[in-house]
Structure formats: structure tokens, C-alpha cells
């Protein structure tokens, strides 16, 4: 029996979210690189591609070509399309804004995911939870700063990735019980893959890039072949992105979300370095006193859910 297998559920499940946020905090850092010189849907499709090859060995490792059966396509598609969203939304903001702000933004996705854990999945969201909540949604204006000077509606687009990615991962709850993780992530790179062809072979040939505008630049630029240095960033990319979706699969499958969701934090301090060693990005202290809210928000509602569990389990115990 490995060290793994004694720890309970939402531990197992937490420390599978921490290993893959600091795959994808490499995978993000590989993307806004390489923002300045290749398309978005191209970037995604080539990171699919190559995150697919090794999809296909932890399909392998959990029993084959089998694990990918499912009764429930329609879900997976649901599932894979809003993941694809909320990276559309998330690298669109990255291209312009520096790593650890977009992160922080992103950092509400654990406040959604709270606030869709009742009606989607049935579980008890109290009233000082949705204190909690409403907290961390004013870190969330704190760093927006709507009004000011420096308020930029570009912002925005974590905010809309960070819902984006609350739903994803309602649907991987949904599934996560009945569907291994490998599969999980094959239906997902799939999805990435399908899509970013069909906005390639829609957008790719760069008629609609007549905004001089970073963003719409990346998004709607011409395809281009990847030269060498480029085509080996994808596949680090690539492999990142297949561990940290395997990774970030397995959590949400080991664990109850409103457990795992706070630690999505945990990638906050990547950020913060490798945005300063990479672009020399450092936060404000505006910016740190609203991401600080938001990530004691997130904290708070762990310590609630697990106070919870342990008043639930006595009172098993009890009836017992």
C-alpha cells in the first residue's frame, strides 16, 4: 500500500490539484511566450495534439481503449467545450496582462464553483459561506478597479474563464464517479482539438486580423508553421497540459469540489516568480490586497467545508 492510498479522499484529491497547477503554471508561462508569434487556435491544437500521445498511455495504464466506453457523450462534449472556453478566455487575457494577475482573476473559480455546488450538485452552501463568497467577490473589484484609470475591460476575460472552468468542473463531478481520469482527459484534449481545427480552418487565414489590438491579434492572426524552437515549446507544452488535465481530473474525481476547489490557489506563487524571472511582472499593492482577499476567501470556505465534514461524521457516530 503506497503513502497515497492511506490518505482520505479530498486529501488525495487536493494534492493532485497542487502537482497539476504547477504543471499548468508552466504550460500557461509556454503560451503567453508564444503569444506574440502564433494564433491561439494554432497554439491550442498543437498542445492537444501532443498532449493526446500521452493521453493515450494513461488510457493504457487504466485498462485500454475500454475506459473511453461512455454512455454520456453529450456531457463530455458539454464538459470539453467549456474547458475550451475558459482557456480561450483565460490566454486572451494572458496575452496582454502579466501572469500573476490573471491568475489571481482566475482565482474565482473556486468562489463559482461554491456557488454552483447547491443547485448542480446538491451540496449545502450556509449562509457564511455565502459571506465568504461575496468577500472574495470584492478582492475581485479591488483588483479590477472599475472606474479608475487603470481598469481595463480586458480583465474581464479571467473572470469569464474562471466561470467557464466552475462549470467544467460541476460536469467533472457529474462523470468523475463513473468515469476513469484518463478518460476524462482523453474526451477533453479531444474536444480541444476538434475545436481549435474547426476555428483554424474557420478564422486561420487571417482575413479577419484587421484590429491593431494584442488581443483580437492572437486571437484572429494567420496560421503559421512553428519553427523548431516554437514546435519544442509545444511539446513541452503539450506534455504539461496532459499531466495537469490527468492530474486535475483525478481531484475533482477523489474529492467533493467545494474541498478541492481552494487550492486551485496554489499556483499563485509560480506565477508570481516565473511572471517576475520571465517579464520582470510585479503586482501592486492593490492588486496583492485583492488577490489576498480572494485567496482568504477560498481558504476560509475549505476551513467551513471541513468543519462541516467533521460536525456530519460526529453526528454518524453518533447515530451509529
Known amino acids: 500500500m503506497t503513502y497515497l492510498t492511506t490518505l482520505n479522499r479530498n486529501t488525495q484529491g487536493i494534492l493532485c490539484l497542487v502537482a497539476a497547477l504547477a504543471f499548468l503554471t508552466i504550460s500557461d508561462s509556454i503560451i503567453k511566450w508564444l503569444s506574440t508569434g502564433l494564433p491561439l487556435h494554432e497554439i491550442m491544437l498543437f498542445r492537444g495534439i501532443f498532449a493526446m500521445f500521452l493521453v493515450f498511455v494513461f488510457v493504457y495504464l487504466e485498462g485500454g481503449l475500454i475506459t473511453l466506453k461512455t454512455r454520456r457523450p453529450v456531457l463530455h462534449f458539454i464538459r470539453g467545450s467549456m474547458l475550451v ?52 467577490l470584492i478582492g ?13 475591460s480586458i480583465s474581464l476575460l479571467p473572470v469569464l474563464a474562471a466561470l467557464s472552468y466552475a462549470v467544467m468542473t460541476m460536469m ?22 476538434l475545436i481549435s481545427s474547426i476555428v483554424g480552418l474557420a478564422i486561420g487565414d ?24 516554437q514546435l519544442q515549446l509545444l511539446l513541452l507544452c503539450g506534455v504539461m497540459v496532459a499531466f495537469g488535465g490527468y492530474l486535475i481530473s483525478q481531484a475533482y474525481r477523489l474529492g467533493e469540489a467545494a474541498a478541492v476547489a481552494p487550492f486551485e ?5 509560480f506565477a508570481l516568480l ?4 520571465l517579464w520582470g511582472d510585479w503586482p501592486d499593492w492593490i492588486s496583492f490586497i485583492g488577490s489576498g482577499l480572494i485567496i482568504f476567501s477560498g481558504l476560509l470556505v475549505l476551513y467551513l ?8 461524521h460526529q453526528h454518524a457516530q453518533i447515530d451509529y
Not at 175 to 181: F, H, V, Y
Not at 206 to 225: K, M, Q, V
Not at 274 to 277: A, D, E, H, N, R
Open 265 to 269: 490557489y496554489a499556483s499563485l506563487p
Open 85 to 136: 472556453l475558459a482557456n480561450m478566455f483565460f490566454f486572451l487575457g494572458l496575452a496582454v496582462m502579466p501572469l500573476a494577475e490573471t491568475v489571481s482573476l482566475f482565482y474565482t473559480a473556486p468562489l463559482f464553483i461554491c456557488i454552483l455546488s447547491q443547485p448542480v450538485l446538491g451540496e449545502k452552501v450556509g449562509l457564511l459561506r455565502w459571506l465568504v463568497i461575496i468577500a472574495g
Open 206 to 229: 487571417g482575413r479577419f486580423d484587421i484590429y491593431a489590438n494584442e488581443t483580437t491579434g492572437f486571437l484572429l492572426r494567420a496560421w503559421r508553421w512553428p519553427d523548431l524552437a
Open 172 to 193: 467533472t463531478r457529474k462523470l468523475g464517479m463513473r468515469e476513469k481520469a484518463s478518460a476524462l482527459t482523453f474526451y477533453i484534449q479531444l474536444a480541444f482539438i
Open 140 to 152: 475581485v473589484i479591488i483588483m479590477l478597479r472599475p472606474g479608475s484609470e487603470v481598469f481595463r
Open 274 to 277: 516565473v511572471g517576475f524571472y
Open 305 to 312: 467545508e471541513n468543519l462541516a465534514h467533521k460536525k456530519l
